[in-house]
């Protein structure tokens, strides 16, 4: 059995050069994927992570033409841009605000990017908090064992809280195949500023430049909020809508708690057959077509490779 490995990418920038993994777990703490989180877990079935505000209008105005009623939530350095129903504030997101949309469009300044960032590497593509981390991991290794974590970071740099929560991803990953699994410098690193993180997350968030930043400006709930460890069991991930716009949808959701989901690597191998490693595959097109083969759900890339894709699949279907 092939044991899982990780990477980790500590910040988002426009010339990520991304490695090929199996799955992409996006992680913006504080807050756009806390707040993504949230949304699911309210209830919300459907969210559009856009790169800003004037896409966010455009989508809008595309969506009500379409007879739906998105709410427009997001934040340029902090706060709802002029013309937003809601800022990225999770404490803030209730069950009424949801239950009134289901649907959204999420504009923010580092994390719905990192998204559609790794949305263009052509591998599935999942949303993780600290909220949601486990299940998150949980429903990755259904995908393959070779895992990304991007972190968005912060204004192009590596941010504590993306860092920290990144590390408790390795964590649990390692828990799960008995400290066996391969991980790069940068998974070691995240693992480190993890096994700091001494009693109190919160506390320990409190220290990062995001979280002073957004204290100044009156959203300390937030950090609160965001500091909950394993709160849900949602997991967002990345699909084509009809209309090829990205959409966010949660795939999964169980009232296990985490105690339970969480095995040693024994029980897993006998308690989770979808654990057993993905099957190689060296042919890049190769690689694509096996999602080609499952409901087309999967988000498929950047336009060279979406026209390869498309070759592909018409001779696939020939
Ligand atoms: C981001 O995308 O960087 C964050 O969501 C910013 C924020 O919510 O304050």
């Excluded at 912060?154 to 390692?174: F, H, Q, S, Y």
């Excluded at 320990?204 to 957004?214: G, R, V």
Aim: proline residues 5%; charged residues 25%.
């Amino acid at each position: 059995m092939q044991l899982p490995e990780i990477e980790v990418i500590f910040s988002c920038s426009e010339d990520n050069f991304l490695p090929a993994v199996d799955v992409w777990i996006v992680i913006d703490v504080l807050r756009a994927t806390t707040m993504i989180t949230r949304w699911f877990e309210l209830g919300g079935t459907e969210l559009y992570p856009v790169r800003n505000p004037d896409e966010a209008k455009k989508l809008i105005s595309d969506l009500r033409e379409r007879g739906s009623d998105p709410l427009l939530m997001g934040e340029v350095n902090g706060i709802p841009p002029e013309g937003f129903d809601l800022g990225n504030s999770p404490a803030e997101l209730n069950y009424k605000i949801v239950q009134d949309h289901y649907c959204g469009v999420i504009s923010t300044t580092n994390g719905t990017v990192a998204l559609l960032e790794a949305a263009s590497s052509g591998s599935p593509v999942i949303a993780s908090s600290l909220r949601n981390a486990s299940a998150v991991m949980d429903h990755a290794l259904t995908l393959g064992n070779n895992i990304g974590v991007l972190c968005s970071g912060r204004k192009g740099r590596p941010c504590l809280e993306d860092t920290l929560c990144a590390g408790a991803l390795v964590d649990d990953l390692n828990f799960r195949y008995a400290n066996k699994i391969l991980m790069s410098d940068s998974a070691k690193i995240a693992l480190t500023v993890w096994n700091d993180r001494g009693e109190n997350l919160e506390e320990y968030i409190k220290k990062s430049d995001h979280a002073k930043f957004l204290e100044h400006i009156g959203f300390s709930e937030d950090i609160k909020f965001c500091s909950e460890y394993d709160a849900c069991t949602v997991v967002p991930m990345l699909f084509n809508d009809k209309n090829e716009h990205t959409i966010l949808r949660s795939v999964i959701g169980s009232s296990k708690p985490h105690a339970e989901r969480i095995k040693p690597l024994e029980q897993n191998k006998i308690s989770h057959p979808e654990l057993e490693p993905v099957k190689k595959i060296n042919d890049p097109f190769e690689e694509l077509l096996q999602y080609t083969r499952k409901p087309s759900q999967y988000f498929y890339i950047h336009n060279h490779s979406h026209n390869n894709y498309n070759n592909h699949k018409s001779k696939e279907h020939k």
